[in-house]
């Protein structure tokens, strides 16, 4: 049981680690574009707003899997 709470309270870390990432991304001029990169589809039409950011999720794809191979090394 032990090694359950130890895992919570690693992934807990882990979420506020990213966490604070992304809100102290904003002061980073190439962070902060995360989101509004070119091929991210925004549509708004009147009081309707479609938003799909596909550049950023195939980005913060690649970039996670790169972690994780290096990790698994």
């Given at each position: 049981?032990?090694?359950?709470?130890?895992?919570?309270?690693?992934?807990?870390?882990?979420?506020?680690?990213?966490?604070?990432?992304?809100?102290?991304?904003?002061?980073?001029?190439?962070?902060?574009?995360?989101?509004?990169?070119?091929?991210?589809?925004?549509?708004?039409?009147?009081?309707?707003?479609?938003?799909?950011?596909?550049?950023?999720?195939?980005?913060?794809?690649?970039?996670?899997?790169?972690?994780?191979a290096l990790?698994?090394?």
């Amino acid at each position: 049981m032990a090694s359950v709470g130890r895992t919570i309270f690693l992934l807990g870390l882990v979420l506020v680690a990213i966490g604070l990432v992304v809100w102290g991304a904003s002061s980073v001029p190439m962070l902060s574009r995360l989101g509004r990169l070119p091929g991210d589809i925004y549509i708004r039409r009147g009081n309707f707003t479609f938003y799909f950011p596909i550049t950023t999720a195939i980005l913060v794809s690649i970039v996670v899997s790169v972690i994780f191979a290096l990790l698994r090394r």
